[in-house]
Structures are given as C-alpha cells and as structure tokens.
C-alpha cells in the first residue's frame, strides 16, 4: 500500500475544507489560507464569504481564523446562516475549517444528505449548490438544534483528526518534499530517524544535503523517477549532523531506513510534491551484514578447510590428531610414509608401538601436553632403519612436535602435532661431531707439534746467545789482559782486527738468532690467534719508558746495517696530564718490534737510509686523516678489543698512536692490499730479496685490533712507507702513588743489572747439558754461586741439604736465595716440582718464600700462567740475555 498524507486525507474529503497557518498573517492582519481541497475549490464562493469584510458573521469567522484564537481545543464551531463551520486545531500551528451544509427535509428524513443554504437578499435561506444528493424538502421543518448538527457530523472529520494525532504518535516518520527537494511537513518521528534540520533553522536544507556522497547517484535516479510520476521503495541511508550524534563527532555510518513515497499531484496531473514514510531499517540491515558475514565466514571456513586438506594431503610433513587414548583420530599419507606404518582402511587401526622403538618417549611428554597445556618438541627413534642411497645408513629418527587442543572450557580434548623426517641432520650431526673432534684432535696435535719445535728450537738458540755473550765477554777480558803487555805495533793491529772481527761475528750470531727468535714468536702467536688465546693484559707503565725501550733495543741493529734511527715524541702528549698509563706493554712492544723490523730491513741497502718512530696521544678516535694513511679493513670475524674491563681502571681513555716511517723501496697501491695478509708479501721477489716470512704485518693488525684500534698504511714505490696505527689505552695514577708497591721494571730496565757488585746462591735445575755449562758459566762470570741439578726431584732433595729446610744446621750448608726451573723435564718436571716447594713451604718444612723462576722454552701465554698457578714467581722464556734475567732475580730476591 502507498504511503498518504494528511492533505492527500483532506483533498479527498468531500466536504469543502481549508487549512489556515496561524503563524502567518496577511500585512493587513487577514488569515493567510495554506491549503483549500478539491471540494472547497469548487465552491470558491464559500471561502470568499467567509473572508467578506462587510458582513458581521463572517467577520467572526475572520476573528476566529486568526492567531489570537490558535490555541482553541479541537471542536470549534460558527454558524453562518444555515450552514455550520467546524474547526480544530493541530499542533498549534494549521486550523482546519470544514463547512458542513443543514436541509432541512433531508434532516427530517434522515437521509443523509446535506444542502448549502445562502441566505438572499431579503435575509432568507435559499438553496445553493450541494454536496451530495440534494432533495427538495416536501414539508417544512422547524432548525435542528445545535447538538443534532453536531451529532449529523460526518465520520470522516473524526477519522482526520484521529489519523493526525496518530501520524505523531507512531514511529513511522511522515514527510512531505516539494519538487526542489525543500522540506515542507514532517512528524517528530521523521525528525528522530533521519536527523533532518527542522524548518525553523535558518538554511532551507535540501534532502541532497543529508545524505552521503557514495549514494547520491543511487537516490537522484529514484527521485528522478518520483518526478516523473512513479512511486518506489528503497533503502537509504541518512546522515546525521554532528549535533545530532551521540558523541558529537561526524556520523560516518548513517541511519539505514526503508522508504516508501509517492508522487502528489495537481488537477492538471503534474506532481506537485513527494511525500512518503520511513521506517528504521537499522536493525535489519545489520542482521542482513551479520548473515552476509556469516555466510562469507562459512565460506571461508570452507575454503580454508579445502586448502589445510589439500596442503595435509600434499605435505612432505607427517601431521596427526589422536585423542587422550592414544587412538589415532586423523593422519597424512606422509606421516604413514615417515613411519612405514602398514596400509590401513580406518584410523582406528593405527598402532603406534609398531613405529616406535620407545613407547615410553611420548609418556615423558604427557604431563606437559595435558597438565600444563604446553607444546613440547622432542626426537624418538623409528623401529626402521634409514639409508641415503650411497652406503650410509643407520636408524631412522623424526622430529616430532606436538600440542594440546582445547575446548571452549579450556579442557584437553586432543592432541595434534606434526612429524618431520631428520635421519640425514642426525648422521651428518654424528660425521660433523666426529670431523669436530679429528679437528681439535688435529688442532691438539699441531699445537704440541708447535710448542715441541719451539721448545727444540728456543734451547740451543739460548745456548747460541749465551756462547755469543761469553765470547764476549771473552773478548772483553782479553783485551784488558793484553792492555799492558808489551806488543808491537804489528801484534796489537793485528789483535784488534782479530777482536773487531770476532765481536762482529758475534753480533751476528746474535743477530741471526734474535731473527730465529721473532720467527718462533711469529709462529706461535699465529697459532694462538687461531685458536683465539690471545688476550691483552694491561699492566701500568711510564710514557717515557715506551720510546726509550724501543730506542735501546733497535740502537746496535740499526747502527749495524747503517740506518738512523729517529726517535722522537709528538707535541700532543703534552696535553696529557698522566705520566703512566695502563696497556699491554708486551703486545705493543711486539708490533713495534715487527714494525721497526721490517724498516731496517727495506732501507738497509737504499741511498739514504733514515727509519723514525714517533709517539703520540689523543683523547679521541684518530681518523685516517689525522694519520694520513689509509687504514686497514678490520677483521670481522674477530671482535674489537676496547677498556671497558675492571682490569683497565677507571682512568680517562686515551688513544695512543705511533708513526713509523722509513725511506725504503716503498710499494704499490696493489701490494698495500696484501702485506697485510697471513703469509703475504708485497711481491714474490720480497722473500728472495729481503727474507721473512709474511707473518709479521698479519699478526701487528690483529695485535692492534685487539688492543682496540687501527692501523693504516701510506706508500709510493721508491718513496718509503709510513705504517700508523693507534692503540687504546687507560690513564693511571703512579703506581708508588695509589698503592705504595715496587714500581715493575720494564724491558729497558732489565737490561742493565741495579746491583752489579751483588751476588746470589742459585739454584740451576736444567736437563739439557749445553744450558747447564753455558748458563753456569755466565752466572759465574758475573760473580755468582751456581749448584746445578737434572730435574726436580734432584732440586727436592738438594732442598734438604739447605738451611732453607727446617732443622737443618749443618755448618757446611748452602743458603740458597732463588731457584731457576726448567719445566720440561724426566722424572719431575718443574710444575710439579715448584707444587712440592710450595707445599713444603706450607707445612713449615722450607723457612720462608724461596723465590723460584721459571726458565723454560715453552712461551705460550697459557702455559706462563700456569706456570704462576704451580708457584712460580715469574717466568722468562728461552732465548733470553744473561742481563734480563739477573733483574728478574734482584726484583724478587730480598735485599
């Protein structure tokens, strides 16, 4: 059914009726009519009366029309002549006036029909036009009262008045629109569902203003077609204003409403307006989006269920399901195809003991599954075997991961999981764990093959440099013994040309031994760094000192090839206000060594021959532009080293930095790429030419890396080299000053004893023959007393015959002040033999702390510390000077 409105009720009534707006007036305070139906239109002349100026009861009417009576209740009457105006009032607003005509035959006979009376001129009724059939009266009658009249009204009026109160009661919202789309009546109910601005706002809104932008081209067609005379229903949504929503905040959804219209139209059959109803349709379109919802979630259920069947189906992973009972609920054809489970017809025929070797593995598990609800991964071993087709072949092993599926209360209802093949990742597990331990096996064995060729290597180079110390010192005395004898000047020329030759032959003995040594040394800190036991150690140490050792300890070998040596400090380590710092002087004095090395060697045969070491400091990172070298690209593998460790101290960090420049061959923006590199040389005609090994520039990076900092480089052929690098390193206060201890000596220190004129009772435990005499005559040389024994049980028992072990009083017996122990040795070697001392020591046996020194070939870093584990008090390793070894012992021995 089509929707209708008030004024489609009032046109269709058949009683002449008007609708007044009393909140409009003419200017000259006449009633300003809104709406007249089709009947009053007809008879024109009615409401012309009613608006005659002259005529008295009109002009009542005209009062009673105007705003001043808007607020009469519902039932109004006037009589004008025999014709009666009824009136109510709707909302304040719109009086509706109805003339309703009284014949008097008609009235008598009861027929229902009604005639207009006019009262002539001579102030009589006469007949006018009718509504309805109209009868001529036969007889005359007398008026019917006022409440006859009233009850002859007809069932229409009330039916009115009953819809319009009902239209504002109903949730059905009712409006009226004219052509351009404005406004023009509504009830409350449209106002709420739509949120339409009331008319008594100041912009004159269109329905094209409430709507959202995405539907209009939807909505013009169907207000298109209502122009055109077609009634419709739609869904549409309305867009609130802001002030309109809950929130106050732009509506973005709108209010979905079922609209019913249809056009209204003129005599003449043009549409003069649209009018229609809505009805919230909120409620169901979101049942329509939840069912659509549904609906596509079921879908996709259902596609997603195809998809895991399909993958399950395809997996080259086993998947399974079975429930608390260990029956199998489900399976994939590759989990029948992992374990060589028999074919099967039902799940229900599934065993799992004949597939597994452990029943009890998945026992193990349980707990976790079912009690604590937590997934769990584990191994088992198949009762199959497994081969990979070449020869190999074991027992099969799968990974298997399991988890618990729950209900909606949380309770264990199954257990699903997946199975996965890994016997080829367990046999190559079990090769790799094998060729694991043939490698460090293998590593086992080259570092013992190392430490035995070094140790080989470093006795009979410790006796070379005592020999060459002894000849001369040799040299020495036979000068002194010839110094007042009588000789002629032939005799003494040709003596001093016999001993300059023999001192020459003896530096270069030294020389070429020392060379041997750093090859050694090269060596096994290669072989440390592979197997990353290098550490830096950092001790304290005076600036001044650094320069100092290195000027010292290169002076005779730089002299002797006829190079300058330049050493010199940069300005900047004025800036420092600490004298000592904390680094590993060892790691550092072994990069300049190499470093120092290497310049000698390629400016030894050049024009000018001038290598230079200069020192400085900066408390920030040093850029290769500072430098000016380029730096080498780190070693990635091998973390940087940096002083952040409680062993650096607290001290301000400093970064120290050294030059070393020659005016050597020089080399190529290509070869920089390679020196750098284990066993690398700038070009194949470096090793014939100047020797070595292309080990030292390898370990100086990675020694400098460790220490934290860089090195670079800066070369032309024929133009020399300048190699700079930078270390890290810790300010530290004096070490007299923080903790009142003997200051530690460094290299240049112990080159020259403190107290020559002082000699020692020693103690000289050493297997190897050669070492005994050599080592024994040297000592003597220098004024000391040496008793010699083979290994340590012999220095044991030797101990005995000593005041050092209690109760010993012999008056023929030997103090003894310090110990040299060999550690390798037959019998009891020296770990286990500087063990007993200490041990004896602690059960009073020895009186006192008897200094022991370990004097040995083994260099390694763990094996020195090891040896300070047994009880040693320091260490020295083959080879070494006579002289470096005396300040080691007048540092330990009490004066």
Known sequence: ?????????????????????????????????????RALREQSHLLAAVLEPNYPGPARVRAWMTSDREGEALGSYEWMGEQQLY???????????QWQAIDDATASCGTGSTAIHEPDSNGTSRRSSSIGMLVEPKVPSKPLSKRELLADRNNATERLATTLVMIEMVDVGIFDYDTEGKL?????????????PRPSEAKAYSWLDCIFPEDKDRLFG?????LAGETCNFEMRWKRPAAAMPNGEEDLNGQWVLAAVVPTRHEDGTVRSVSGCITDFAAAKRSEEDALKRAEALERAYASEKRFTRFAETAKVGIYIFDLDFKMQYCNPEWLEITRHAPISDYADIDWRTVMSDENIINSHWDV???????????????REWSNGLGDHGPAWVLASAYPELSDDGRV???????????????AESVQKLRTEEAIEAKRQQDNFIDMTSHEIRNPLGAVIHCADMIVTSLTEMTDLLGGATLSVDKRSQFEEMRVGALDSVNTIISCSSHQRRIVDDILSLSKLDSRLITIVPSPVRLDSILKEAAKMFDVDAKKVGVELRVAKDKSLGTLEADWIMLDTGRLMQVLINLITNALKFTQKEAVRVVALTMGASRT???????NVEFVPPNNLRERGGTTNAEWGGGEEIYLYFKVSDTGCGFSDEQKVMIFERFAQASPRTHSQYGGTGLGLFITRELIELHGGEIGVSSRPGDGAAFAFYITARSVLSPQASSGTSTPMTSSQQLEPKSAGR????????????????MRKQLEKLGHTVYVVSHGGEALEFLKTTPNWRDNTAEDAITLDVILMDIEMPVMNGFTCAREIRAAEARSEIEGHLPVIAVSANARHEQINHALECGMDDTIAKPFRILDLISKIERLVPR
């Open 1 to 37: 059914m089509e929707a209708s409105t008030p004024l489609d009720f009032l046109d269709a009534d058949s009683r002449p009726t008007c609708v007044v707006n009393l909140h409009k007036c003419e200017k000259n305070g006449e009633p300003h009519v809104e709406f007249s139906n």
């Open 87 to 97: 009136a109510y009032t709707v909302k304040r607003r719109w009086r509706v006036i």
């Open 184 to 196: 023009i009546h509504a009830n409350e109910a449209f106002y709420k569902l739509s949120g339409h």
């Open 222 to 226: 169907f207000w298109a077609g209502l």
């Open 369 to 383: 599954l079912i009690s604590k609800k937590q997934a769990v991964n584990f191994q088992f071993r198949l009762q």
């Open 413 to 427: 209802t199954a257990v699903a999981g997946t199975l996965t093949d890994i016997s080829q990742l367990v046999w």
């Open 621 to 627: 990172r040093l850029s290769e532009q500072e430098l």
């Open 759 to 774: 000699s020692y009772s020693i103690l000289l435990v050493e297997d190897n023959l050669i070492n005994q005499k050599v």
